[in-house]
């Protein structure tokens, strides 16, 4: 079967078309043929060498293929006889990490940050075919189309900032970095009530899209007067909450200045392996900030795949290639005029 691979280290993407095709061995495993991977951010700065550290971390040999792709929707063609689930037919999205269950961060409730999830069992979703464990497979309403519904892991990821910013009704926002995860966190954010929503991009095309999804203010961050742009918007009062969204570590020291009086950063971004920030300790200290990472996310999946009826699928997702096109995808989502680039396998 072909499946997309990270060649670790720093030697790109590639397609192998000879893997072999995964097979049924445990009575909880589901087989199912990937119909759409959708390109995630982090799938992108893979190929750039941006997560090197982390299977350095995980003792992931020089040299290993890296699967890649967690955004895939398909059809379930096979069960173990222990599967309850989800059945053969049944249109379905994944969540390729799988807590182990075992570790100290799985036993101490969070399984989003499990010591395994790296070397867990299911591979990648850009492949033809996955294996996975029946509790991490769901199963699509049949009103989502499988295209759709690759929007339901990232959506799951803005969920989770959204609520770990602890946005309020009434509260203003600004959300730094126009990529899916930035769109779908305005989304989120609009449905959470917060007002006004600013969202900042480098390119033209994210600052249009961003205010046809909702944004009420869209700024381009290379204006040498952003910040006194969107301070202006909240009477120079500055933001509740500023979500970091952009993957870019030179943006931190903007979207810090944004805050306001007891205002939060949450950060929802991959960022290369060494990025550093310098933190203004006195201004953090006086103006009472909080900075929160928000990483993979631990129990917001089934809600996402109810909220894709209440987010704008349509225009979040700006392409589709197929999968012998896998250059010209990723090349798409890197070209930062398009929001979501999915591929058809
Ligand atoms: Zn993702
Ligand atoms: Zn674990």
């Given at each position: 079967?072909k499946?997309?691979?990270?060649?670790?280290?720093?030697?790109?993407?590639a397609m192998?078309?000879?893997?072999?095709e995964p097979?049924?061995?445990?009575?909880?495993?589901?087989?199912?043929?990937i119909?759409y991977?959708?390109?995630?951010?982090?799938d992108?700065?893979?190929?750039h060498?941006?997560?090197?550290?982390?299977?350095?971390?995980?003792?992931?040999?020089?040299?290993?293929?890296?699967p890649?792709?967690h955004?895939?929707t398909g059809?379930v063609?096979?069960?173990?006889?222990?599967?309850?689930?989800?059945?053969?037919?049944?249109?379905?999205?994944?969540?390729?990490?799988?807590?182990?269950?075992?570790?100290?961060?799985?036993?101490t409730?969070?399984p989003?940050?499990c010591?395994a999830?790296?070397?867990?069992r299911?591979?990648?979703?850009?492949?033809?075919?996955?294996?996975?464990?029946?509790?991490?497979?769901?199963?699509?309403?049949?009103?989502?189309?499988?295209?759709?519904?690759?929007l339901?892991?990232?959506?799951?990821?803005a969920?989770?900032s959204?609520?770990?910013?602890?946005?309020?009704?009434?509260q203003?926002?600004?959300?730094?970095g126009?990529?899916?995860?930035?769109?779908?966190t305005?989304?989120?954010?609009k449905?959470q009530g917060?007002?006004?929503?600013?969202?900042?991009?480098?390119?033209?095309?994210?600052?249009?899209f961003?205010?046809?999804?909702?944004?009420d203010?869209a700024?381009?961050?290379?204006?040498a007067?952003?910040?006194?742009?969107?301070?202006?918007?909240?009477?120079?009062?500055?933001?509740?909450?500023?979500?970091?969204c952009s993957?870019?570590?030179?943006?931190?020291?903007?979207?810090m200045?944004?805050l306001?009086?007891?205002?939060?950063?949450?950060?929802?971004?991959?960022y290369?392996g060494?990025?550093?920030?310098e933190?203004?300790?006195?201004?953090?200290?006086?103006k009472?900030?909080?900075?929160?990472?928000s990483?993979?996310?631990?129990?917001?999946?089934?809600?996402?795949?109810?909220?894709?009826?209440?987010?704008d699928?349509?225009?979040?997702?700006?392409?589709?290639?197929p999968?012998?096109?896998?250059?010209?995808?990723?090349?798409?989502?890197?070209?930062?005029?398009?929001?979501?680039?999915?591929?058809?396998?």
């Amino acid at each position: 079967m072909k499946q997309l691979f990270y060649m670790y280290p720093l030697q790109g993407i590639a397609m192998i078309d000879q893997i072999p095709e995964p097979q049924i061995s445990l009575p909880d495993d589901v087989k199912i043929k990937i119909d759409y991977a959708a390109i995630c951010g982090s799938d992108a700065h893979m190929a750039h060498g941006a997560n090197d550290f982390l299977f350095e971390m995980y003792g992931i040999p020089q040299g290993t293929p890296i699967p890649l792709g967690h955004e895939s929707t398909g059809v379930v063609v096979e069960v173990g006889s222990a599967v309850t689930t989800c059945k053969v037919g049944d249109r379905v999205t994944i969540n390729t990490v799988i807590p182990c269950g075992k570790c100290h961060s799985c036993r101490t409730g969070h399984p989003n940050l499990c010591d395994a999830t790296l070397s867990a069992r299911g591979g990648g979703g850009m492949a033809e075919y996955i294996i996975l464990p029946d509790s991490e497979v769901y199963k699509l309403p049949d009103n989502i189309s499988s295209l759709h519904g690759t929007l339901a892991e990232p959506l799951h990821i803005a969920l989770e900032s959204v609520e770990k910013a602890e946005i309020k009704a009434g509260q203003a926002v600004a959300i730094v970095g126009g990529g899916p995860i930035g769109m779908l966190t305005l989304q989120v954010a609009k449905m959470q009530g917060a007002y006004p929503i600013v969202l900042f991009d480098i390119t033209e095309e994210k600052l249009r899209f961003a205010k046809e999804l909702g944004a009420d203010y869209a700024i381009n961050s290379k204006d040498a007067d952003a910040v006194a742009q969107a301070l202006a918007v909240t009477n120079n009062i500055g933001f509740d909450k500023v979500l970091e969204c952009s993957g870019s570590p030179k943006v931190l020291d903007m979207a810090m200045s944004l805050l306001g009086k007891g205002g939060g950063l949450v950060i929802t971004s991959v960022y290369p392996g060494g990025s550093k920030y310098e933190l203004d300790l006195s201004t953090f200290f006086a103006k009472e900030l909080s900075i929160k990472s928000s990483y993979v996310a631990p129990d917001t999946y089934v809600r996402s795949i109810n909220l894709l009826n209440r987010i704008d699928c349509e225009k979040t997702i700006t392409n589709v290639f197929p999968v012998d096109k896998y250059t010209e995808a990723f090349a798409a989502h890197n070209d930062g005029k398009n929001i979501k680039v999915v591929i058809k396998f």
